[in-house]
């Protein structure tokens, strides 16, 4: 006579606990590029702040706009108090770099800010119009963006991320 089998057997059990551990190591990964994408959200939504920070900047002082043209603006902080008399272009170029360098928010004595290694360009494309970029050091390979703001200056230039606005001056033509 067989008796007949109650409960599991430990290949039952072991089979169990190798889907589960497949299952949990999904789960596991998909956390950490959801984590990936957050910074980089969080990044180019700083990045477009500093953008439309500088453009209103521009379009504010539109009698020396054409002072604003600048290229790798963030590369170090700097002390903008000796610009605060007389506000100008040099007091916002200024204040943008420390905004690029992250001076905004400070932990443990370092400025965090902003992105990973933030640059500012501001080019003029023609008499009236500029192009204002912000550039950062992206945490995963993508494509080589078109502007050239900080080109070569993150290794491979498909770790690099750029944002830009347009900003034009309008002229007033005395018909």
Same mark, same amino acid.
């Given at each position: 006579?067989?008796?007949?089998? $109650? #409960?599991?057997?430990?290949?039952?059990?072991?089979?169990?606990?190798?889907?589960?551990?497949?299952?949990? @190591?999904?789960? !596991? +990964?998909?956390?950490?590029?959801?984590?990936?994408?957050?910074?980089?959200?969080?990044?180019?939504?700083?990045?477009?702040?500093?953008?439309?920070?500088?453009?209103?900047?521009?379009?504010?002082?539109?009698?020396?706009?054409?002072?604003?043209?600048?290229?790798?603006?963030?590369?170090?902080?700097?002390?903008? $108090? #000796?610009?605060?008399?007389?506000?100008?272009?040099?007091?916002?170029?200024?204040?943008?770099?420390?905004? @690029?360098?992250? !001076? +905004?928010?400070?932990?443990?004595?370092?400025?965090?800010?902003?992105?990973?290694?933030?640059?500012?360009?501001?080019?003029?494309?023609?008499?009236?119009?500029?192009?204002?970029?912000?550039?950062?050091?992206?945490?995963?390979?993508?494509?080589?963006?078109?502007?050239?703001?900080?080109?070569?200056?993150?290794?491979?230039?498909?770790?690099?991320?750029?944002?830009?606005?347009?900003?034009?001056?309008?002229?007033?033509?005395?018909?």
């Amino acid at each position: 006579m067989r008796k007949e089998q $109650s #409960g599991f057997t430990m290949i039952e059990v072991l089979v169990t606990i190798a889907i589960l551990v497949v299952g949990l @190591l999904g789960l !596991a +990964a998909m956390q950490t590029l959801s984590t990936l994408a957050e910074l980089e959200s969080y990044q180019r939504s700083q990045a477009l702040v500093l953008v439309r920070d500088m453009a209103d900047r521009m379009s504010a002082n539109k009698t020396q706009i054409t002072s604003y043209v600048s290229t790798n603006v963030g590369l170090a902080p700097m002390d903008c $108090s #000796g610009y605060v008399a007389t506000p100008s272009f040099k007091l916002d170029l200024c204040e943008w770099n420390n905004q @690029l360098n992250g !001076a +905004a928010e400070v932990t443990g004595g370092k400025n965090v800010g902003a992105m990973i290694g933030a640059r500012g360009c501001i080019v003029r494309l023609d008499p009236v119009t500029f192009l204002v970029t912000v550039s950062w050091q992206g945490l995963s390979r993508a494509g080589i963006p078109k502007e050239a703001c900080g080109a070569g200056a993150y290794g491979d230039d498909e770790n690099r991320r750029t944002v830009s606005t347009v900003v034009r001056l309008a002229l007033l033509d005395a018909a």
